[in-house]
C-alpha cells in the first residue's frame, strides 16, 4: 500500500495530465463537510469518505491505491465531463449520453482499465434507467 503523500502526488500528476481546473482538484486527508471526498487510512485499509454538514454520506474501504486513485479521478472528472456536457448540449437528447461518452473517454485518457470499469458501471446504470430522448 503507498502512503498517502504518495497517492496525493500521484492523484495532483494525473490531474495535471488531465489539465483539470484547479478548483475541482482536490486531495483531502480531513472531513471538509462540504460534499467532497476526503481518504483516511486504516492501518492496511484507504477509505474514501464524503462528508457534509457533519454526516457521512459514503464510505468505500480498500486495501487497493489503484481504487482510492480510480475514485478520485473519477469524480474529477465527473465534473470536467459535466462541465463539457453543459457547453455542449444537444437539445432534445439526454445529456447523460454526452456526459457519459465525455466522462469515459477523459477516464481512458489516463488508464484504459478504468475506462472500461466505468463503462461498465453506466452499462449498469443504463439497464434501470435507459436514456431518454
Not at 52 to 60: Q, S, T
Request: glycine share 4%; hydrophobic share 30%.
Amino acid at each position: 500500500m503507498r502512503s498517502i503523500s504518495t497517492l496525493k502526488s500521484a492523484y495532483y500528476e494525473i490531474a495535471k495530465r488531465l489539465n483539470a481546473p484547479h478548483r475541482y482538484v482536490r486531495f483531502a486527508t480531513t472531513p471538509q463537510h462540504d460534499g467532497s471526498p476526503h481518504i483516511e487510512s486504516n492501518g492496511d485499509e484507504l477509505a474514501y469518505v464524503i462528508t457534509e454538514r457533519g454526516v457521512e454520506h459514503e464510505r468505500r474501504q480498500t486495501k487497493d491505491d489503484d481504487d482510492i486513485l480510480y475514485w478520485l479521478v473519477c469524480e474529477l472528472t465527473h465534473k470536467m465531463a459535466s462541465e463539457y456536457e453543459l457547453s455542449h448540449r444537444i437539445p432534445a437528447a439526454d445529456s447523460r449520453r454526452v456526459l457519459f461518452q465525455k466522462h469515459t473517454e477523459l477516464l481512458g485518457s489516463i488508464n484504459r482499465d478504468w475506462q472500461a470499469r466505468k463503462e461498465s458501471e453506466y452499462e449498469t446504470v443504463l439497464e434501470q434507467h435507459p436514456f431518454c430522448d
